[in-house]
C-alpha cells in the first residue's frame, strides 16, 4: 500500500519518537526519526518529508530554535510541535514561528492523528506573520530561563550537560549510615528519595527538603495572593486626565516615577490657561492631539473597570496615548473611528462570543498590533489568538512590567 506521506519525528526521548512511529505506521504513514535538532537537519539535508514533529524543550538545539532553521530553509515544510512543558507563551511562539499546531505531551493516538491529518489537508494554515517578527521572537529555553553559555562560564560544561527538563544536575547523595533510604537533605527517610534512585534534585539545588516545605505550606492555610493594588502606579496618585485637561497631554507624556515633569515654564504657563474639561471631552481632545497615526497609541478592550484603568495608568506614565473600551459596541466603534497602533484585549467579555471580537479587529485594522490580556488563559485559546494574528498573550493577573514589555514589544513591531 502506497504511503500517505513521510514523517519526521525529532525528541531526545526515543520511547516517544518510537510510540508516534507506530501510531502513524497504522496510518500508513512513513516515519523516521531524530533524537536531536541537528540530527534533523542532517537528514532534511538528504531527504525531503511532508511533516515534522518536534518537540520543545531538548539538549543543545531546543524545538523552536529548530522550528525557525526549518522555516528559513525549507519554508514550505509543515510542522507541528509538541511538548510536555505546555504553556501559553511557547505556544504563541510556536504558532507565530511557523507551527501549525501545538500539542501538549501526553497526547492520545486519536489526538496526534488528528492533529497531522489537519495539517496535512490544509485544514490548518500558517499564521501570516513578517519575518521582521519572526526574527524578534525570543527563543530562549522554554525550560532553562538562563543562557547556557554564560552558566557553563562558571560552573563548567560538564554541569551544564547534566541539566536535563528540570533544569537540575542529578547529583549523587552522600550514603546514610543511619539507615536505608535516609536523605541528608531532609534528614529523614523518603519513599520518594528511594523511587529517584537515592537522589534529591530539588533538594540538592535549594538546600531544602521538599517534603516539608510543601507540608508547611499546606500548615499555613490560604497562600498569600497578588495584592492588585500594587498593579497601579501608586507613585502617580492623581487622574491623569484631570491633570491633561490643566496642563496639556505633553506635560504628562513629559512625567517620570516621582511626578515631576521637565518641561519648559513658558510652554507650561501655555496649557496652563486651559479650561477644566469634561473627562470624556478630555478623553478626545488627548487622541485628536495624538492624531490617528500616533505612533503609540493603545485601546484597551476590557469589561472590569478596575484592569482596564490600572492598565491606562501603567502605560500612560510611560507617553503612551491611551483610550478604552468597556464592552463590544464601544470596541467597534473606537477601532472603526481610530487607527490604533496597539490593541489590548480581554478575550472573555459579556456579549462576545468566542474570538469573534479578535476577529472582527483584524478586519477593520489588520495592521493593528493584537496583545490578548485574559483571566481564563488555556493552551487552545493562546494557540487560536496567534493564528488569527495576536502577537503576545498575557494570563492575568500581570506586573505593570510584564504589560510595558508586551506593549513595547508590540509597538516595535508596529514601526
Known amino acids: 500500500m502506497e504511503t500517505k506521506g513521510r514523517i519526521l519525528v525529532i525528541d531526545d526521548e526515543r520511547s516517544i519518537c518510537e510510540n508516534v512511529e507506530k501510531i502513524l505506521a497504522k496510518n500508513n504513514f512513513e516515519v523516521q526519526k531524530a533524537v536531536s535538532a541537528d540530527d534533523a537537519l542532517d537528514k532534511m539535508a538528504h531527504e525531503s518529508f511532508s511533516l515534522l514533529i518536534s518537540d520543545i524543550v531538548m539538549p543543545g538545539k531546543n524545538g523552536l530554535e529548530l522550528l525557525r532553521l526549518v522555516k528559513k530553509q525549507w519554508p514550505i515544510t509543515k510542522v507541528i510541535m509538541m511538548t510536555a512543558y505546555a504553556s501559553t507563551d511557547t505556544a504563541m511562539k510556536a504558532i ?17 492523528r488528528s492533529s497531522v491529518d489537519k495539517a496535512l489537508s490544509g485544514e490548518l494554515t500558517e499564521a501570516t506573520v513578517s519575518e521582521r517578527e519572526r526574527e524578534t521572537i525570543e527563543l530562549i529555553d522554554a525550560d532553562m530561563p538562563f543562557d547556557r553559555e554564560e552558566v557553563a562560564k562558571v560552573t563548567g560544561p560538564e554541569y551544564v550537560d547534566m541539566l536535563g527538563p528540570s533544569d537540575m544536575p542529578v547529583v549523587q547523595m552522600p550514603a546514610a549510615a543511619a539507615g536505608e533510604n535516609l536523605c541528608m537533605v531532609g534528614q529523614m527517610v523518603c519513599d520518594i528519595f528511594k523511587k529517584l534512585g537515592a537522589t534529591c534534585k530539588a533538594g540538592a539545588k535549594s538546600k531544602e527538603c521538599p517534603q516539608k516545605k510543601a507540608k508547611a505550606k499546606k500548615g499555613t492555610g490560604a497562600e498569600k495572593r497578588l495584592d492588585t493594588r500594587m498593579l497601579i502606579g501608586i507613585d502617580l496618585p492623581f487622574n491623569y486626565e484631570e491633570v491633561a485637561a490643566v496642563t496639556g497631554p505633553e506635560y504628562i507624556m513629559n512625567l517620570h516615577h516621582d511626578g515631576v515633569a521637565f518641561i519648559p515654564y ?112 488555556s493552551i487552545e485559546s493562546a494557540v487560536e489568538s496567534a493564528r488569527m494574528g495576536a502577537v503576545d498573550f498575557l494570563a492575568k493577573p500581570f506586573t505593570p512590567d510584564e504589560i510595558r514589555h508586551a506593549a513595547e514589544n508590540a509597538i516595535r513591531l508596529a514601526a
Open 96 to 112: 507565530r514561528l511557523g507551527a501549525l499546531d501545538y500539542v501538549a505531551k501526553p497526547f492520545t493516538p486519536d489526538e496526534l
Open 266 to 377: 513658558e510652554e507650561l504657563k501655555k496649557t496652563a490657561s486651559m479650561p477644566v474639561l469634561k473627562e470624556k471631552e478630555t478623553e478626545v481632545l488627548l487622541l485628536k492631539r495624538a492624531g490617528d497615526h500616533a505612533p503609540r497609541s493603545v485601546l484597551v478592550i476590557d469589561d472590569e473597570a478596575a484592569v482596564n484603568n490600572n492598565i491606562r495608568k501603567i502605560l500612560a506614565k510611560k507617553g503612551y496615548m491611551v483610550d478604552q473600551a468597556f464592552g463590544k459596541g464601544e470596541a467597534i466603534e473606537k477601532i472603526t473611528q481610530s487607527d490604533y497602533r496597539l490593541v489590548l484585549l480581554d478575550l472573555k467579555m459579556p456579549g462576545v462570543k468566542g474570538l469573534e471580537l479578535l476577529k472582527a479587529i483584524r478586519d477593520i485594522r489588520p495592521n493593528a498590533m493584537l496583545v490578548i490580556i485574559t483571566g481564563y488563559a
